[in-house]
Every structure is written in structure tokens, then in C-alpha cells.
């Protein structure tokens, strides 16, 4: 029930709660105890009037229309931080916050940025607004080529599901070329659906777009029972889950695993071929939507560490209370939006965490007190010097990089997709 | 019937538009194959003055207070009089503001067959460009009488430049009961600068992506002393206001150098910077017609572009 | 107030185009079209109108690949009747569109009709104008801004340099929008949804087909490049100093 018609006798407030109570599990939402844990933790907590705890207390008191009125909803990237510490456990990410986005894009209230990006993944099924035929054109000059299962229309072993940023973003096709050299040195039987691939609608739907993400899947979904495959694997955590968790309401039902999951169990197999050493200090960056929402979070750290020359650290915010990128829920393309409100970016909270990491590591390790030596005296040292930020999501690289050209003491951290290490390490 | 070309010429404000002269370069070339003259349609009000300098065989000018300015009305009842006393092989308009007012409505009024966005004449053909500059089109130039309207970048503005052509007063037909009619002029917001008058110009469009990273671009332009202007669609979200539009609703620039960042290259764009000195152009994509116009080009994110760009002269500023 | 919209679609000129075998026409096997950027903003003045003084919107279009999807987002922005004119359409030019037009709203009884200003194909003329001469109705062009009061039109005319002229305008007259006074506001998935349930598109044969007034194309090409530009290569460090260079010969720096 759309709360946009208007009941005479509810209020806004009542139509919108009732909507929220219609959900699976939103109920639950009722025994929110206003604790503010939520807006706590939450990134952007500070500028958002519309963190869960006001949202729930807004309707309480009969006062929702003030909700609908702000636009700091779009201040919420979908990092699953609120839902993750919530004492009561209520559905606050993909319940409440993708409820009140819906409603704001009904009622027209969004920000131009992601105005753009909805209706470029309708017209061109990407939110670049690039040309569907060019989907795949991130495979020319790779030797031998990669199969696109509509023309060869052979059977594979693993439908490798590419997604829009390794496709159309220069970085995001790198990394994509070098999970194709990982997945030839395993010799693993894979193809793409190349330009039959549209978004997997994971991001739109967090942004409200509910519809617009089903006609993506069900496209998807298409193409799939059109192939011949025994599972599939993902560049990135957003097709990830939405392939894993909501797909299957919607009849597409198919085995799925993050890559790094999928070489993981294939590290037997892998640790002899990375040959090469890579010497450098690498803190590892969990993604909201492959660790806090999947709970994914060791696969990834032994590839890490599988990697000869590799030192891996943890970085203070780790594991479930890694600090979002900014990227989900619509904020890959709100960034102007959310600057204005913030006058800061999540990816360099995130970059000065890196440097940081670093610092506190050398500083109690005795080795790097004896590195502090060697260093002033000229002299080689022990502990390997460049910085690596892995990561395993193609929203992330860019956001990092342009982090760390900001940030001074960040200007050496190169920023890395864990295929891209485990290519360079073969 | 005639074989002599007439050209329907645009003024504002007191000043001829350069799209005039294009016209009247193209229909001397056209008159060359026809054998017949070039004659100068002028609609104005004691704008005589104004045809000093037209490369015609002669002016047809109709006078009146009421014509002082465009007025779409007033204009479709005046020509369609001269081309009914003229049979002219081919009237010319402007594919603008004011051409296009009128040349549609004659071809409906007076039967008469219709080309747009004609660039230039291949012999008796005309060339066409549309789809965004991507496609010509070229045909025979439709008989009796063609109207067509025409875009620049095929004949040099001084090719259609002469000296003081002979002016024949011609009397308007009635011009009461105008339907639409002309309220005031709204001069544009004065604004900081004249980008018409810069030296260098940093120009960006549909490439960036968020109204702030306009700050990147800022500091850029100030590092090459030079000043931001934009393309159509950022000025219509209201980045930047309507004095930095570069373009055909905007304003032409000559500066020595021109660097367009994320801009495709429209025609309705490129028309307003062919006089730069230097065009460098940044886009990712290899296709985009603005290469065809440009000096230099890059195929690159221009956001790339602009970090390194703005290092390699951070670097130069400490060597020097 | 009862306003008509007149839209088409168009060749979507993000991907590449490419010429039929014939020579003379584009190639439609792998065209996509899309609506007319103009027009889209013709249906968003539209609406704007039509909130501010009430009204019904009509929005009336060729049949075409994916127009259906046009005319039901329009109809989930706020217009209230859809037509399209079915027939042989697939040759249709701005003459003969107009014409169909014409034929159409002569039964209806139009306040006001907007259209886009121009679209990027049209080679014989542009459909706004064609059709104000056909209903004897006033017309102005490159709008971009439109008040009612009293059935006249205040509208806001573009001339280049960013200068305008204020027009009036006696209704009922025919409008050709450049821009809309906001831009085309977003309309959800799910209302694109319900409105392919609730709306119904009309359907009207367009009859004999009369494209007289357009010039015959022999050939269709595309442009030669003079003179293309000295592509700059490598990484972007190498490209900024290239570029630093070449700034010292031309003397900008």
C-alpha cells in the first residue's frame, strides 16, 4: 500500500507505519526502544534529521510529515551499521530506510544526481548511461577471448556475473582483467552474458526504486535460464547479495559466491602459483555488503595472506564495524549531494584510517622502532614500505583513489582489488 | 519565377548576426550555379546601416516601426509576400531563434518544400548535418522554390561580406491584428566575467558528475589564469550561471587556448568556439565530434586528467 | 486550461549510428530510440501549467519502438489522456506528422500546444511551427518559460548571448518549448507501472501518409573529418606534461 494516496481518516504518519508493518519482519519495529545506538554509529549520523530513532519517534508522535519534508534520508548510504548493533534487532536498513526512500522518490523528492543514474539504468540498463552493446567491451585484446554464452552457447562451469563498474569504469575493468587471468591459471570454465547484463539492481533498490530493480532482475533472470552453467560468481558484493538474498523472491534461484569466496576454496590450487612477491603492508577493507550484511570476512584475508611479501593489518574500524565507503544505497551518485550536507567523505575517513593503521603498527612493533632507526641512518629496512588498501568491491577503488590524492599523508597508498594482487603476484 | 536567392537576414540589438554572412556566402555559391542574384531580405526599422557590409547583389528592405524587432507573426506576413512577388530559386533563413520561427510556417503557408540544418551547397545539393553533427544528408535542392535553413560551419562569415549592395524600399503588407507581440527584452545577469573576452577557458559538460567538483575545475582554470565556462546541460541544472555558456544560446569565445572537459561536441557547442586559437579536448569517449574540432586530444577521465594537470603545473610554478 | 503535447521519438545518439545499405536513410535494425529531449521537456512545462491553473494534458505521439513506454511515463508525471497514431509511421516526417496532428486536434478544442522546439533528425522542418500554420494558430519558438493568465501566454524566448524577450501570446497558439521552467521531474518505476494498468492509449489511424514538403535525400554519409586531432597518448602524467608543453608554444602559459 503506497502511502501517497491518502486515507481521509489516517494521518501520513499512520499510512506510512502501516506500510512499514506490512513488510516481512516489520512488525519488530514496534519495540524500538529509542536507544540512539543507531544514529551513534552511523556514518553520517551527525547530519542526517532523519536517523531511524527520529524516524520511529516522528511516528509516534503523529509528526511524519516533517520526515518527508527533510531530504537528509539521502544522507544514508545503506551501510547495514544501524541494523548490525541494534539492540533489538530491528530491520532498520532494508526495512525503514529503503521504506522512507521509496516514498521520497514517489513523491519526486530526489536529489538530480541519482535522478540521472535511475533513469540511465532503465533506458540502458547501467546507471552510466552507457551503451548496453558496449557491456563487454572491457574483453577486446584478451587472448583467448572471453566467452560470451549467447554467442558460443556452450555450457560452462561458472557464469561470472561482471556487474556495471568492472564493465564500464576504467578501474573497475581492470580488475576485471585480472580476475580473468586468476580464473584461466585455476582453469575454471567460465562466461559472461556480455551485453545481455544489465545492473543487478542491488543499489536502485536501496535508493527506493523498488520496481526498477525487479524489471533489472527478471531481465537478469532471463538470460540465466537461457545459459547452461552450475553456478555463479560476482566481481562485486552488491550483485553478490542481490543475486544471494533477493533474486530468490522473485523465482531466480542459482548457487552464488563473491570471487574471493569462489578462489578461497580453490587456495590449494592458488597459493603455488603466486610466485611473485609483493612487499607491502596491506590493510584489507571490509565491504559493507559482502562482511556486515554477509558476514563474509575470512575468505578474502587468507587470499591476503596467501600472497608472499604480503604484512596484513587490521585497520581499528574491521570485520562488522568497517566503515562504509559511501558507495550503497544510492550514494555512489550522491556525492555532491551528500558534501553539501557533510563538507566530508566516507573514503577518506576510510584512507586516514589506513595511514593510521600503519603508523600504530611500526610504532609498537619493535621492528618498526628498529625501522625508525635504519631509516634515519640510511640504511635498508626491515618491514616492507608501501601501502596497499585491498578491496573487493568496484565502487570502492574509485572512491578510495580520489581519497588518497586528497590527503597528503595518503599520496602512497595505492588503492587495490584483491584479484588485481593476486594477478600481480602470479 | 527566378533563379535569384534570397537571404532572410538576422539582426539584434543593433548588431548583424554572423549567421547572416554564412548565408550570404552560401547563396553566392548557390547563385553561381542558378545564374541568378543574391538578394538581401532586410525587416528592421531605420537598420539600413546594418547592410554596409553584405555580400549581396542587392537588399530588399521593408521598414517599418513595428518590425524594429523579431516578431514571428509579423515576419511570416512579410516574406510571404516577397517570396510570392520574387519566386525565388531558394530562400535562406538561419536554423536559430528567428529562422526557424519563420521557416516552417512558410513552407506550411505557401506550399513550398523545406530543408533544415543545411551546412552548405555541393554544386545544386544541399549538405545537411543532424543527429547531433553524427550524419549528413545530402540531396538535390527541392524545386521550384526551397526554403531552407542553415547552420554554420560550412562558409567563412567573410565570404559573405561585400561593400554597400543597392537598397530597394519595399512596402510591408499590413501588419495590424499580430497575435504575438513583442514585451520587452531581459538583458542576461551582467555576471563576474565576460567569457567572450577571456583569454584562456577551462570548459566543462556533461563529464562531471557533481556540481562540487566544480571546485577541481576552479582551481584548475586559476593555475592557467583562465576562467570556467560550461556546455548547455550544466547551466540548465543550474551549476553555473548563464554568462559561462558556451554555445549557440550562449556566447561565441575566441580565447588563445580552449580546453573542453567532458564535453561531446555538440554542433549547437561547436559552432560557438570554432574561433579559439587552441582547442584541447579531454573525453572518455574515443568518438565524440568534439575531436574532429579539436587541436589535441586526450581519451581520458577528465577527472584524471585534471589531477595530473593540475600537478605537472604545480611542478613547472616550483621549477620556474 | 486544455493543453496538447505533441512528442515523438528519436534516434538515441548514444549509440553509434550507421547508414542502410541503400545509402539514403539510417539504419533501424540497430537503432534505439528514445524520446525527444524537447519534447520531454514539453510534457514537464505541460504539467507545471497544469498544476499551477488546472487542466487536462494530452500527450499524442507516432506509434514507434518503445513509445508506448513514453506516453505511460507521461501519463505517471501527470497527463491525463494518451494517443498515439498508429499507420504507416515508419516514414513519417515532420510535414506529414504535423499534418496528422492537424487532423486530430481539429476535433479537440486546444487551449494550448507544446512541443519541443526542435529534434536532432528533422531535416524537412520542425513539426511546431508546420502544425501552428495548419490550425492557423500563433507560434514562437526556443520557450523556456510559459505563465497563463487571461488566455494569453507569457512566454520567455531565447536569443543567443543568454538574452531573452518576453512575448505575449493569444491563445489558443502553439508553443515550441526549448526548456521547461523546472527540469523533467523523476517519476518512480512503480508509477510507470501502475499507469501501464490504468491508463489506456488511445488509437488513431493516421490514413493516407502526406510527406510532400520534405526534400528527397540521395545519400546519407558520415561527415568526413578534415582534419581529426593529435591524439595525446599515455598515462595521464605523461599526458600533462605533453600538454604543459605544448601551453609554452602557444604561449597561454
Given at each position: 500500500m503506497l502511502a501517497t494516496e491518502l486515507d481521509e481518516r489516517l494521518s501520513t504518519s499512520q499510512v506510512f507505519w502501516n506500510s512499514l508493518m506490512e513488510m516481512p519482519g516489520g512488525e519488530k519495529i514496534r519495540q524500538c526502544i529509542q536507544c540512539g545506538t543507531c544514529t551513534g554509529v552511523c556514518p553520517f549520523g551527525r547530519w542526517m534529521q532523519t536517523t531511524p530513532r527520529k524516524i520511529i519517534a516522528a511516528l509516534r508522535m503523529n509528526e511524519f510529515e516533517d520526515i518527508l519534508a527533510s531530504d537528509t534520508a539521502w544522507m544514508c548510504v545503506s551501510c547495514y551499521a544501524c541494523a548490525k548493533v541494534c539492540p533489538q534487532q530491528l530491520p532498520l536498513t532494508d526495512g525503514l530506510m529503503f521504506r522512507l526512500k521509496e516514498e521520497l522518490l514517489l513523491t519526486g523528492n530526489v536529489p538530480t544526481e541519482l535522478q540521472l543514474a535511475l533513469e540511465n539504468s532503465r533506458r540502458y540498463g547501467n546507471p552510466m548511461g552507457e551503451s548496453p552493446k558496449k557491456r563487454s567491451a572491457w574483453t577486446e585484446g584478451l587472448d583467448p577471448p572471453v566467452p560470451v554464452l549467447r554467442e558460443t552457447r556452450k555450457p560452462v562451469d561458472v557464469l561470472w556475473f561482471v556487474g556495471d563498474f568492472a564493465s564500464y569504469h576504467p578501474q573497475g575493468q581492470q580488475a576485471a582483467r585480472a580476475l580473468v587471468k586468476v580464473l584461466r591459471a585455476l582453469g575454471v570454465n567460465f562466461g559472461i552474458l556480455g551485453p545481455d547484463e544489465v545492473s543487478d539492481g542491488d543499489s536502485q533498490r536501496m535508493a527506493g526504486e523498488r520496481g526498477l530493480f525487479e524489471w533489472l532482475a527478471i531481465r537478469n533472470g532471463a538470460h540465466f535460464m537461457r545459459s547452461n552453467f552450475n553456478q555463479i560468481i560476482t566481481t562485486d558484493p552488491h550483485a553478490y547479495n542481490a543475486i544471494k538474498n533477493e533474486y530468490p523472491s522473485l523465482e531466480i534461484n542459482y548457487p552464488v559466491q563473491h570471487y574471493t569466496e569462489f578462489l578461497y576454496e580453490r587456495l590449494d590450487q592458488l597459493k603455488p602459483l603466486?610466485?611473485?612477491?609483493?612487499s607491502a603492508t596491506v590493510a584489507y577493507h571490509d565491504p559493507c555488503y559482502l562482511g556486515r550484511v554477509n558476514g563474509v570476512y575470512d575468505p578474502p584475508r587468507e587470499l591476503l595472506k596467501a600472497i608472499p611479501g604480503v604484512r596484513l593489518v587490521e585497520m581499528s574500524h574491521h570485520h562488522d564495524s568497517s566503515l562504509c565507503c559511501g558507495g550503497g544505497g544510492g550514494g555512489m551518485w550522491l556525492d555532491g549531494f551528500q558534501w553539501d550536507q557533510s563538507k566530508s567523505r566516507l573514503s577518506e575517513w576510510r584512507i586516514r584510517e589506513v595511514v593510521i593503521s600503519k603508523t600504530v603498527e611500526d610504532f609498537i612493533s619493535v621492528i618498526g622502532a628498529e625501522d625508525k632507526n635504519r631509516r634515519k641512518a640510511g640504511q635498508p629496512t626491515l618491514l616492507p614500505e608501501e601501502t596497499i588498501l585491498a578491496v573487493a568491491c568496484p565502487y570502492e577503488k574509485p572512491r578510495f583513489t580520489d581519497a588518497t590524492k586528497t590527503i597528503e599523508e595518503a599520496k602512497t597508498v595505492r588503492v587495490m582489488d584483491i584479484a588485481e594482487l593476486l594477478a600481480n603476484a602470479m | 519565377m527566378s533563379e535569384n536567392i534570397l537571404v532572410v537576414t538576422e539582426h539584434l540589438q543593433g548588431r548583424v548576426l554572423d549567421i547572416t554572412y554564412v548565408m550570404l556566402a552560401g547563396a553566392r555559391r548557390l547563385a553561381e550555379q542558378t545564374g541568378g542574384k543574391v538578394i538581401a531580405v532586410l525587416l528592421g526599422y531605420k537598420a539600413q546601416f546594418l547592410t554596409q557590409d553584405f555580400g549581396a547583389d542587392k537588399v530588399h528592405s521593408y521598414d517599418r516601426p513595428s518590425l524594429e524587432h523579431f516578431s514571428p507573426d509579423a515576419y511570416l506576413r512579410v516574406l510571404e509576400a516577397e517570396i510570392n512577388a520574387e519566386q525565388p530559386r531558394a530562400v535562406l533563413l538561419g536554423h536559430t531563434t528567428i529562422g526557424m520561427d519563420a521557416a516552417s510556417g512558410l513552407s506550411a503557408r505557401l506550399h513550398l518544400p523545406l530543408v533544415s540544418q543545411a551546412q552548405r551547397f555541393d554544386g545544386s545539393n544541399f549538405v545537411s548535418q543532424i543527429c547531433g553533427g553524427k550524419i549528413m544528408a545530402e540531396g538535390p535542392l527541392p524545386e521550384p522554390t526551397a526554403l531552407v535553413t542553415m547552420v554554420p560551419g560550412g562558409y567563412r562569415p567573410e565570404d559573405g561580406q561585400g561593400r554597400n549592395p543597392p537598397i530597394l524600399e519595399k512596402q510591408a503588407p499590413g501588419l495590424e491584428g499580430m497575435r504575438v507581440r513583442l514585451s520587452h527584452f531581459i538583458e542576461p545577469e551582467a555576471g563576474d566575467v565576460d567569457i567572450a573576452k577571456e583569454s584562456v577557458l577551462v570548459s566543462v559538460g556533461r563529464g562531471l558528475q557533481n556540481q562540487n567538483d566544480l571546485e577541481l575545475v576552479e582551481r584548475l582554470a586559476k593555475d592557467l589564469r583562465g576562467t570556467v565556462s560550461a556546455s548547455r546541460p550544466l547551466v540548465d541544472k543550474g551549476w553555473l550561471p548563464t554568462s559561462r555558456l558556451v554555445g549557440k544560446s550562449g556566447k561565441a569565445v575566441k580565447p588563445k587556448m580552449y580546453l573542453a572537459l567532458g564535453i561531446s561536441g555538440a554542433p549547437e557547442h561547436v559552432e560557438a568556439v570554432t574561433g579559439s586559437n587552441l582547442i584541447v579536448a579531454v573525453n572518455t569517449d574515443p568518438n565524440a565530434p568534439i575531436f574532429n574540432v579539436a587541436k589535441y586530444g586526450v581519451v581520458m577521465d577528465m577527472y584524471e586528467l585534471i589531477q595530473a594537470l593540475s600537478n605537472a603545473l604545480e611542478q613547472e610554478a616550483h621549477a620556474a | 486550461m486544455n493543453i496538447i503535447v505533441p512528442v515523438k521519438m528519436v534516434p538515441d545518439l548514444v549509440e553509434e549510428l550507421t547508414i542502410d545499405p541503400g545509402g539514403a536513410a539510417l539504419d533501424t535494425a540497430w537503432m534505439r530510440l528514445i524520446l525527444n529531449e524537447f519534447d520531454d521537456h514539453a510534457i514537464e512545462q505541460a504539467i507545471l501549467l497544469k498544476e499551477r491553473v488546472g487542466g487536462l494534458v494530452t500527450v499524442i505521439a507516432p506509434e514507434a519502438a518503445d513509445v508506448d513506454d513514453a506516453l505511460f511515463t507521461a501519463a505517471a508525471k501527470g497527463a491525463d489522456r494518451l494517443i498515439k497514431l498508429t499507420g504507416e509511421t515508419g516514414s513519417i516526417n515532420s510535414h506529414a506528422l504535423a499534418r496528422a496532428l492537424a487532423a486530430v486536434i481539429q476535433t479537440e478544442t486546444p487551449d494550448l500546444i507544446l512541443t519541443g522546439v526542435q529534434a536532432h533528425n528533422d531535416l524537412d522542418g520542425q513539426v511546431g511551427p508546420l502544425l501552428a500554420e495548419s490550425l492557423s494558430m500563433p507560434y514562437v519558438g526556443y520557450v523556456s518559460s510559459v505563465k497563463i493568465e487571461n488566455r494569453m501566454a507569457t512566454v520567455k524566448k531565447e536569443y543567443p548571448g543568454g538574452l531573452l524577450a518576453e512575448f505575449m501570446v493569444e491563445l489558443p497558439a502553439v508553443l515550441g518549448i526549448q526548456a521547461s521552467d523546472e527540469p523533467p521531474r523523476y517519476v518512480a518505476f512503480t508509477k510507470v507501472r501502475q499507469a501501464m494498468q490504468a491508463t489506456k492509449i488511445e488509437e488513431q489511424d493516421i490514413g493516407e501518409l502526406d510527406i510532400s514538403g520534405s526534400a528527397a535525400v540521395s545519400r546519407m554519409f558520415q561527415p568526413e573529418v578534415k582534419e581529426r586531432a593529435e591524439m595525446l597518448e599515455g598515462d595521464s602524467d605523461a599526458v600533462a606534461a605533453r600538454l604543459v608543453e605544448i601551453m609554452q608554444e602557444y604561449g597561454v602559459l
Open positions: 603466486l610466485t611473485k612477491k609483493i | - | -
